[in-house]
């Protein structure tokens, strides 16, 4: 395993320039002709389509401008994608906008491969009253075609007073390369000034130092195994006596991540009192593994790669759930579920065996199942009006279940399991269709365990507290802060430098590019402590004057593919911040792997002896019957 030494934090800080009277430019507010760049490469302020999925990899181009130093490129790379064209986007407030006419004027030039179209479009957005065709209709805003020189698009639109956002974007469809430069916004005829913004803070005085340390707490170590643990102690204090804790990830392939996790989780249960993980992964397959941890006779790898997701699949997850079985030896005192429900395979197959017993039953629940395998015409992409007529038959099967007298434990699940079925339907009419359907998940399972206490485990951008994120979508995190206040609170992590594993064309290890000026990782680098929480919680209500740092840098969001660095909210993303100072990316159980993989890895926590017994027992052992499960 390639190891790297980096620095990561549980940490909640951005900080501001100080000290300057005249502090220099750092970009403007919408950064419309791409002069400010991150790392001397992606133009700041806009908001860019992953090209992992879309194809198109964005990118300043100092050599192909058309007025000042550079023009954002947009080039095709070949490779699997879930969209057919790319696009960045920038988001105007509906009070500047509303009830105004918008004109976006911008110059393009293009190199034809295949079909290239090139331009600018207005997009009002209400949250509220999502159109899934949103960017759907790009080909009748016009554009510049095949091959062109630099070339003025215009598109103007007059916008409903009623408007929360409306989203400036530019787009490419087609294959081949398109440059876009120069950027001008016109409200009611008149040119809108975009406005300069001071440089981010970037060093600390040494008050400012001082200061900050008063928000933070050392950790030892990150190791699970790692023996004493007093140093998290400071956790009884950080959770009080909240339901729900969401633990983030700065990317969703760091070991050292995976196992700080895997410490805070253990000291929550031996602790705390907390007796329910919960996973974003789907539901249904989770539970398997729920079968396995108090006490059932399986596989733990084959259970993991039964979940779909790879992030997952790893010999840090396998290390924390042996410990899970073993805490749960004498009795079940910890429950192991997921909160996704990405994947629809796993709720359809536990409700066949709930109506196998009657024909009619039976033909709907496969008539379900049969629409339900032609529900994507392509990757990605939902079919709306099968959606629709899915949840109609899902109706049905709720009237017919709730009509019967079974076990209301059977009831429940059942019921469930449809529920998570119109969650997965839900995408095409719903952009926060995953995590508004995550946070009711674990809303539920609340709600059925009264007096317990759960862990979610997630991205840094689920687990957030943000009622909305950058690109308007809303997170988990903001849900559940809505439902249930102060008794959900949050860690978030950052690092300095290192690797991970992401997925590009493949899941391959990538560099972590080392935090740059202007960025919070960079600026609690200068604290010189390896691993770290700090107290974003406390500094919001001693109003310290940390806080006026907050809100100008930005803020490292690796999610399974590798992009990089988003300004963010950082004071009122999370509670608490973990800091770590080396990453390495995680050991990945493949699936052509054998069975005995935990023998062969570098990793440490893989070659325990009872690994090494699991290898011994059949692949397909028997698993407990429900009545060992707590819900």
């Known amino acids: ?218 950790l030892r170590t990150c190791e699970p195994d790692g023996g004493d643990t007093q140093d998290l102690d400071i956790l009884r204090q950080l959770v009080g006596e909240c339901r729900a804790v969401g633990l983030g990830e700065n990317t969703h392939g760091t070991s050292e991540v995976f196992k700080m996790k895997d410490r805070i989780i253990r000291y929550l249960a031996e602790n705390c009192g907390f007796d329910i993980f919960a996973l974003e992964a789907n539901m249904p397959e989770c539970y398997q593994l729920n079968n396995y941890t108090v006490g059932g006779i399986d596989n733990p790898i084959r259970l993991l790669i039964g979940i779909y997701m790879w992030p997952w699949r790893t010999h840090e997850m396998l290390n924390m759930i042996e410990w899970m079985k073993a805490f749960n030896a004498s009795e079940p005192r910890i429950t192991f ?133 950058a690109i308007l979508q809303r997170s988990m995190g903001g849900f559940l802060k809505k439902s249930i206040g102060d008794d959900y609170r949050t860690f978030g992590f950052v690092g300095y430098e290192g690797s991970y594993t992401a997925w590009k064309n493949g899941l391959r290890s990538f560099e972590l590019p080392k935090a740059h000026p202007g960025t919070l990782e960079y600026v609690l680098g200068q604290l010189d402590e390896p691993l770290f929480i700090l107290d974003l919680k406390k500094m919001r209500e001693e109003d310290s004057s940390c806080l006026q740092w907050l809100g100008n840098l930005e803020f490292r969001e690796v999610g399974a593919t590798p992009e990089i660095f988003y300004n963010t909210q950082i004071s009122d993303m999370f509670d608490f911040h973990p800091k770590y100072l080396g990453i390495a990316h995680d050991t990945i159980i493949q699936k052509e792997e054998p069975e005995n993989l935990c023998e062969s890895r570098d990793n440490a926590n893989s070659k325990t002896t009872a690994m090494k017994k699991l290898q011994l027992k059949k692949k397909r052992s028997p698993i407990l019957p429900i009545k060992r499960q707590r819900w």
Request: hydrophobic share 35%; glycine share 6%; charged share 25%.
């Open 1 to 218: 395993m390639n190891k790297s030494y980096l620095k990561i934090s549980f940490v909640s800080v951005l900080l501001f320039c100080a000290g300057c009277t005249r502090p220099p430019i750092y970009s403007t507010e919408y950064n419309l002709d791409f002069e400010y760049a991150k790392n001397d490469s992606v133009p700041t302020q806009w908001i860019f389509r992953n090209s992992s999925a879309t194809g198109y990899v964005l990118s300043l181009d100092k050599q192909v401008k058309q007025h000042g130093e550079a023009s954002l490129r947009a080039r095709w790379q070949e490779g699997p994608t879930m969209t057919v064209w790319g696009g960045f986007q920038n988001i105007l407030p509906g009070e500047l906008v509303a009830g105004k006419e918008l004109e976006i004027s911008g110059w393009v030039k293009t190199k034809d491969s295949v079909n290239v179209c090139a331009g600018y479009g207005i997009f009002p957005y209400n949250p509220e009253k999502y159109d899934p065709d949103l960017f759907g209709r790009i080909d009748t805003v016009g554009g510049v075609r095949g091959m062109s020189e630099w070339t003025r698009h215009t598109v103007r639109q007059t916008i409903d007073k009623d408007v929360p956002y409306v989203l400036i974007a530019g787009f490419v469809t087609g294959k081949g390369t398109a440059w876009f430069d120069n950027i001008e916004l016109r409200i009611d005829g008149v040119r809108y000034e975009d406005k300069a913004i001071p440089a981010p803070k970037t060093e600390l005085s040494d008050r400012e130092k001082k200061e900050l340390r008063r928000y933070v707490y050392p």
């Open 337 to 469: 579920t997921g909160v996704d429900m990405q994947n629809y395979n796993g709720p359809i197959l536990r409700l066949q065996p709930i109506f196998e017993k009657n024909p009619s039953d039976k033909n709907l629940v496969e008539k379900i199942k049969d629409k339900l395998h032609r529900i994507y015409p392509r990757p990605f992409q939902i079919d709306g009006e099968l959606a629709e007529d899915i949840d109609s038959d899902l109706e049905e099967l709720k009237t017919r279940i709730e009509a019967k007298n079974r076990p209301p434990m059977q009831r429940a699940w059942a019921l469930q399991n449809i529920e998570l079925l119109h969650q997965f339907l839900s995408q095409k009419k719903d952009p926060d269709w995953r995590d508004r359907g995550m946070a009711e998940n674990l809303l539920w399972i609340l709600r059925n365990n009264p007096g317990s206490k759960a862990v979610v485990w997630a991205h840094n951008a689920h687990i957030n507290c943000l009622k909305q994120v």
